[in-house]
């Protein structure tokens, strides 16, 4: 079992900047693949960005692109995700994912909202 907690949510105004964090425990093995996704009201959940057990970036959703980055410290089992020059329609529920061994784990999300 994996478990992951987000944090780093939070209100921010047009242009700014925000960095999440997500708290990995469990039993993690050495290969497995680190998302995170977001669901704005009214919308499906959505692939914002990933990468593999090294760090490296497998996707990042055009719509981020310049503007976002992915990154995870395994020493200390953390994934981030850098937001910058964050927009109105960035404002969702972001949630953590790790898939590893075709199974599936989810944080229970963290809050943006991107508003004047």
């Known amino acids: 079992q994996v478990q992951l907690v987000e944090s780093g949510g939070g209100l921010v105004q047009p242009g700014g900047s925000l960095r999440l964090s997500c708290a990995v425990s469990?039993?993690?093995?050495?290969?497995?693949?680190m998302g995170w996704y977001r669901q704005a009201p009214g919308k499906e959940r959505e692939l914002v960005a990933s990468?593999?057990?090294?760090?490296?970036?497998?996707y990042i959703i055009d719509s981020v692109k310049g503007r976002f980055t992915i990154s995870r410290d395994n020493a200390k089992n953390m994934g981030f995700l850098q937001m910058n020059s964050l927009k109105a329609e960035d404002t969702a529920v972001y949630y953590c994912?790790?898939?590893?061994?075709?199974?599936?784990?989810w944080g229970k999300g963290t809050l943006v909202t991107v508003s004047s």
């Open positions: 990468c593999d057990s090294k760090g490296t970036t497998l």
């Open positions: 994912n790790i898939v590893q061994r075709s199974v599936s784990y």
């Open positions: 469990g039993s993690l093995f050495s290969t497995n693949v």
